[in-house]
């Protein structure tokens, strides 16, 4: 397409060809009942509460290049998500923290998805109070995933509005990350039924939630606009606000239509998994004109030279491994 440069740019290296490769996939290591093992051996009792009753809380940071990406934020929200549950893992932030780095030096991956999971476990005598669970702690370092691939990167994602209503915040907090996708995963089957790459749900007020695990912009008259309730609070829509007040973009949290969606200039949406990505298709209609528009390149791109900004990663040390 004229005048478009490629978004991976500089910032953004293509994924590695093992990706999706499924003899290697995914190759980690994980720390489970306080052992290192390969991913492949992780596992855990079908008892668990976080398996029968998802009742289990979870971060998800990334690691670029060899650093982590705003690790501090994801331990908090982690934290915070296990006080909000009474949850108790009986280890300190530093301890987690380098119980993550060990995942991810042992992985050897210089680009990592890295998740830690508290889950309510169970009771020695699978007694069903919950106060009774010893809840447990595990974590694990495989290759960086991304909701877009790089051909979704360079032409924008197709999202579909789905029928699916998102639980609604009365009844479970969205914002403790939370393995209750139901609704989610019901949203995705509504966009491959209609062609699209992956959903967007709304909330009981007919308003715009969020996707299966990412939050969404519209850009209207150079202006951002996210949703400001139902939806997972994420750390890369706390970065995109950080990102504008830099750049001197205007963003702003509040009520999003779909209307206003529909209507936008640019669409975009936030994971850890991915990043910033552009969305040029809504349901049948182009947004706009259909390309990737030139906010959204911008922010992207800012997005990833922050990558090696000290302020914002941490080494991983992988010299004990
Ligand atoms: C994790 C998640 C997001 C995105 O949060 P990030 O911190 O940017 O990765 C959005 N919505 C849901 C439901 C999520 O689980």
Not at 5 to 30: E, M, T
Not at 249 to 277: F, K, N, W, Y
Request: with cysteine; charged share 20%; aromatic share 8%.
């Amino acid at each position: 397409m004229a005048n478009q440069a490629p978004i991976q740019s500089a910032r953004r290296p293509l994924l590695s060809s093992g990706y999706n490769d499924p003899n290697r996939y995914p190759h980690g290591v994980a720390y489970v009942d306080e052992q290192y093992v390969p991913m492949a051996d992780a596992k855990v009792s079908v008892l668990d509460w976080g398996f029968l009753h998802s009742d289990a809380t979870y971060d998800t940071v990334h690691v670029w290049n060899g650093r982590f990406f705003r690790l501090d934020l994801h331990l908090d929200r982690f934290f915070s998500g296990m006080q909000a549950l009474r949850m108790d893992i009986g280890l300190s932030r530093d301890h987690v923290a380098s119980i993550l780095d060990n995942c991810v030096a042992l992985s050897g991956h210089r680009s990592a998805y890295v998740e830690m999971i508290c889950t309510r476990g169970m009771s020695p005598v699978f007694d069903r109070d919950p106060r009774r669970a010893v809840n447990r702690f595990m974590a694990f370092a495989v290759p960086y995933g991304s909701v877009a691939n790089d051909e979704q990167m360079e032409r924008g994602l197709h999202l579909a509005i789905s029928d699916t209503v998102r639980i609604p915040p009365q009844s479970v907090d969205p914002a403790i990350k939370n393995y209750h996708w139901l609704d989610l995963v019901q949203g995705l089957y509504d966009a491959y039924d209609r062609g699209a790459e992956t959903a967007l749900v709304l909330d009981l007020d007919g308003n715009v939630a969020e996707g299966p695990g990412f939050n969404v912009f519209a850009i209207n008259n150079g202006s951002l606009l996210t949703p400001d309730r139902g939806i997972l609070p994420g750390i890369t829509r706390k970065t995109v606000f950080e990102l504008c007040s830099e750049l001197h973009i205007r963003a702003a949290a509040g009520p999003l239509s779909v209307a206003a969606l529909r209507d936008a200039d640019e669409v975009l949406i936030t994971s850890t998994a991915g990043g910033i990505m552009p969305v040029t298709r809504l349901d049948d209609r182009p947004i706009a004109d259909g390309r990737v528009g030139p906010i959204t390149r911008r922010l992207i791109d800012a997005y990833w030279q922050k990558h090696d900004d000290p302020a914002w990663t941490t080494p991983v040390n992988y010299d004990k491994a």
